[in-house]
């Protein structure tokens, strides 16, 4: 296990930390939660291959099931972004072109993209989630509500996070 | 065999991807019984531990100890002006209902503060910071200062769960206060957050919007005091088989809002001697 790995473990444990100290609930007229879970698994490091991502989005997924007694949901929610998420990293970032694959968390230089990707693996996240959570066809319309208010959330909350990141990439 | 290894080769990920899954789709089919007291029992007092710490960390610097006893003291307060409370004698009139009896005999209230609510599920609880070192048993009712929240689920030596009313799993015996009649009190996911259904009240009931509903006392072996308001009658209408009538109600507790809660201990030789002086009148 290199030192990047393990700089990363160490990230991933400070956002689980992080979400399960500030756990942000909103009740409009739908549900609003934001979850950073996504946001673990998408920032995993280049170098990783695709069943250590499959493996770290279910242990993440195991971890929030633990912290919110939610039977299973985050896991098979985080074990489904930890699958598709280098599809969609391959999908909007040229990765084979940059020059940081021994980074230990990945964020791009482009902040369209970065939001693009982030944002849409939390919505996919999120609609996985809800879809589980109320398990019912008449419950489309909120489950989507939801999924979408959640993952705007999510990453107006993750954003300045991401920013940090991509600032400081930009630097060195 | 070759040709086995190179297909374990080729699709190891997709392979991988789906046994992870199929645990996780395990979780979530065990989730409602399996996952709350696997959880419980093995993740309880770490999850207890955090949501302890969240609280303190979160909570207004120095003034949170002494934002806590007070707390404190005021659910004492409540839980003293609770007492008053009418116990609901066990006969077969369930007209017999003895007033103004000194409840501090029969009942023992134990305060104790939510530390998890959940409101989305099927099978919603709540956690709360006491646990069976603090007096709190199972089957015990829990209310807030308005009216019912739940029955205590399971208990652990600082944590105890209580199965709220907004559970499928949970029903009350109901008294509606006008007419004195019973009818089943059981929550339905449809119903949304602050309604619960009564059911099966007799057909020939007069009961209408705005009477109170109250738990009805104790039955068989439930423990369950009588008199602690459930909510109030919003409409009545028949049954879809047409043999009884039911009720939506709006619950009396605020379920959404929970800070401290009250789980009321039934005294069992102070009912017993209650019992036998009035039961039968």
Excluded at chain 1, 156 to 172: G, H, Q
Aim: charged share 15%; proline share 3%.
């Amino acid at each position: 296990m290199g030192t990047n790995s393990i700089r990363y473990f160490l990230w991933a444990f400070l956002l689980i930390l992080l979400q399960a100290l500030i756990y942000i609930q909103i009740n409009l007229w739908t549900h609003g939660i934001v979850i950073i879970s996504a946001f673990i698994i998408s920032t995993y490091p280049t170098h990783w291959g695709r069943n250590a991502v499959l493996f770290m989005g279910f242990f993440v997924g195991v971890l929030f099931d633990a912290i919110y007694m939610s039977g299973g949901l985050h896991t098979i929610a985080s074990l489904s972004v930890g699958y598709f998420a280098p599809f969609l990293r391959q999908y909007v970032f040229d990765v084979d072109a940059l020059d940081f694959q021994e980074k230990w968390c990945f964020v791009g230089f482009n902040q369209i993209r970065n939001t693009i990707y982030f944002g849409g693996l939390s919505f996919f996240y999120l609609i996985i989630y809800f879809s589980l959570l109320f398990f019912s066809l008449k419950h489309i319309f909120l489950i989507s509500l939801s999924s979408f208010l959640s993952a705007f959330l999510t990453t107006l909350f993750i954003f300045p996070i991401y920013n940090f990141l991509r600032k400081r990439l930009i630097r060195r | 065999m070759n040709r086995l290894i190179y297909f374990f080769t080729r699709y190891q990920t997709g392979l991988l991807f789906t046994f992870l899954l199929l645990i996780g789709f395990s979780f979530f089919a065990f989730g409602s019984s399996y996952h709350q007291s696997w959880y419980f029992n093995r993740m309880g007092n770490i999850v207890f531990r955090l949501h302890a710490f969240r609280e303190n960390v979160l909570s207004p610097g120095k003034y949170v100890r002494v934002n806590r006893a007070l707390s404190e003291e005021n659910a004492l307060l409540k839980a003293a002006k609770i007492q008053e409370v009418r116990i609901l004698v066990p006969s077969n009139d369930p007209r017999a209902i003895v007033k103004n009896v000194d409840t501090t005999k029969l009942l023992n209230f134990h305060p104790a503060k939510v530390i998890y609510t959940s409101l989305n599920r099927k099978d919603n609880v709540v956690l709360l910071d006491r646990g069976s070192e603090d007096g709190i048993q199972r089957h015990m009712l829990v209310m807030d200062a308005h009216g019912v929240v739940g029955l205590v689920a399971k208990t652990t030596p600082h944590a105890a769960l209580v199965a709220t009313s907004l559970n499928e799993n949970v029903e009350f015996n109901a008294r509606i206060n006008t007419t004195s009649e019973k009818a089943v009190a059981k929550w339905i996911y449809s119903l949304g957050r602050d309604r619960i259904l009564l059911t099966e009240i007799p057909h020939k009931s007069k009961a209408s919007k705005g009477d109170k509903v109250s738990t009805f006392g104790p039955v068989g072996e439930s423990n369950v005091p009588g008199g602690v308001p459930i909510g109030t009658i919003i409409s009545v209408e028949a049954s879809p088989t047409g043999n009884y009538l039911e009720a939506e109600v709006k619950l009396a507790a605020q379920m959404e809002r929970l800070s401290y809660v009250y789980c009321i201990e039934v005294k069992e030789s102070g009912y017993t001697d209650l019992i036998k002086d009035y039961g039968d009148k």
